[in-house]
């Protein structure tokens, strides 16, 4: 089987990202990580990447006249590295068609909650605020709206009585972890599909 090359966008600390690594390292996720794009060079996941030996791009989106004009020399980057899969593991930039067009149907995104509830930031203290007894963690397909893709895969995270964000915060993670490498792998075999706003997966 031909190396399933992927990158990696991330803003903090990379928790998910190491997820992906740790998959890797043990033989559980069959993945080249080939690139680490990140937009704040002094984040924790760049030390991450770094310590797993994977090539880091960072920039800062200030210096660039526009999103278009740094997401072109993404573009370059995931080009020239053949990558068969963008991974939005805690990425907190929007995507313009720069990068949406040519990678739609492989790029995809983790978001902390049960889309289409609690989009965008904060989610995880949305639900908690809300109230729900009920959230969780999704992967999806990014098609540059506001984690509006197609869904992938969901896991329900209960609520509990008295919880605080920060609390739910850990299970989110927990969950996220695994549900982002599982999805990852179904891509990487072939079974994984789009059929307008429905994601077909073969057994």
């Given at each position: 089987m031909q190396p399933y090359r992927i990158a990696v966008f991330a803003s903090g600390s990379g928790s998910n990202f190491q997820a992906i690594v740790d998959q890797v390292q043990k033989g559980k996720?069959?993945?080249?990580?080939?690139?680490?794009?990140?937009?704040?060079?002094?984040?924790?996941?760049?030390?991450r990447a770094k310590e797993a030996k994977v090539p880091v791009f960072t920039f800062r989106p200030k210096d660039y006249e526009s999103r278009e004009a740094y997401e072109a020399l993404i573009l370059k980057e995931l080009?020239?590295?053949?990558?068969d899969l963008v991974v939005?593991?805690?990425?907190?930039?929007?995507i313009t068609n720069v990068l949406v067009e040519p990678f739609y149907g492989r790029m995809i995104n983790i978001h902390p909650s049960l889309l289409p509830s609690f989009p965008g930031v904060n989610a995880i203290q949305q639900a908690?605020?809300?109230g729900v007894k009920v959230t969780g963690v999704t992967v999806h397909f990014v098609?540059?709206?506001l984690d509006?893709?197609?869904?992938?895969?969901?896991?329900?995270?209960?609520?509990?009585?008295?919880?605080?964000?920060?609390?739910?915060?850990?299970?989110i993670?927990?969950?996220?972890?695994?549900?982002?490498?599982?999805?990852?792998?179904?891509?990487r075999e072939g079974k994984v599909s789009i059929d307008g706003r429905r994601v077909l997966i073969r057994s």
């Open positions: 996720l069959d993945v080249s990580i080939e690139l680490l794009v990140c937009d704040r060079p002094g984040a924790y996941v760049v030390e080009q020239d590295r053949q990558i939005m593991a805690g990425y907190m930039r929007i908690v605020d809300y098609d540059g709206g509006s893709g197609p869904i992938i895969a969901q896991r329900a995270v209960e609520i509990h009585e008295h919880e605080t964000a920060e609390s739910l915060a850990e299970r993670h927990a969950a996220e972890h695994m549900v982002l490498p599982q999805a990852i792998r179904l891509l």
